[in-house]
């Protein structure tokens, strides 16, 4: 059964909404990595951080490949 214009207009202003969350939730986390890494920056801790990052990463995907377990 074809849907009906206020039905594609309901799920366009649900799209629409669903959207606007997830870009404020992408905004809010990119403010927050930016105040945490001038933090650390200030701390002088950017190139251990750097390291953390770098093991987590490194690890995270061994997991993922069935390499560590948990």
């Known amino acids: 059964m074809p849907k009906t214009v206020e039905q594609l207009e309901k799920e366009l202003e649900q799209s ?3 959207f606007e969350q997830v870009a ?5 986390r990119l ?8 933090f650390l920056s200030k701390k002088g801790l950017i190139e251990e951080y750097k390291q953390y990052e770098k093991h ?3 690890n ?3 997991f993922l490949d069935g390499k560590i377990e948990i």
């Open 24 to 28: 404020d939730i992408a905004e809010r």
């Open 56 to 58: 987590f990463k490194e």
């Open 16 to 18: 629409n909404e669903d």
């Open 31 to 38: 403010l927050s990595e930016l105040a945490f890494r001038a």
């Open 60 to 62: 995270f995907q061994a």
